[in-house]
Nanobody, 123 residues
Framework: QVQLVESGGGLVQAGGSLNLSCVASGRTFSAMGWFRQAPGKEREFVAATTWLGGNKEYGNSVKGRFTISRANARNTVFLQMNSLKAEDTAVYYC??????????????????WGQGTQVTVSS
């Protein structure tokens, strides 16, 4: 059974930072990433990384502020979020798949999504 567990969300003031973590189990994945969804809005691609090559992709709204990274242990990734803005408030979901382009496209199967962790940025 595939399971993805996010952690690290919370309340932070604008301009602050948070570091999210995600651990996937049940499969060996080739890529992992993050999406977010704010109330009343569609889900939005945030970041993704491949495992062997370390290639990275970011959504336009977070470039220069967020950094995705891989842990030494496979299937573990982080999302370092700096210079947070009120519009970053959302539930952040971890995603794992076998192709990074599938993650970026938002077509990852439902079983490979985490339950999400809430990030709230106060203005």
């Amino acid at each position: 059974q595939v399971q993805l567990v996010e952690s690290g969300g919370g309340l932070v003031q604008a301009g602050g930072s948070l570091n999210l973590s995600c651990v996937a189990s049940g499969r060996t994945f080739s890529a992992m990433g993050w999406f977010r969804q704010a109330p009343g809005k569609e889900r939005e691609f945030v970041a993704a990384t491949t495992w062997l090559g370390g290639n990275k992709e970011y959504g336009n709204s977070v470039k220069g502020r967020f950094t995705i990274s891989r842990a030494n242990a496979r299937n573990t990734v982080f999302l370092q979020m700096n210079s947070l803005k009120a519009e970053d408030t959302a539930v952040y979901y971890c995603v794992a798949d076998f192709q990074m382009r599938t993650i970026v496209a938002g077509t990852t199967p439902d079983d490979y999504w985490g339950q999400g962790t809430q990030v709230t940025v106060s203005s």
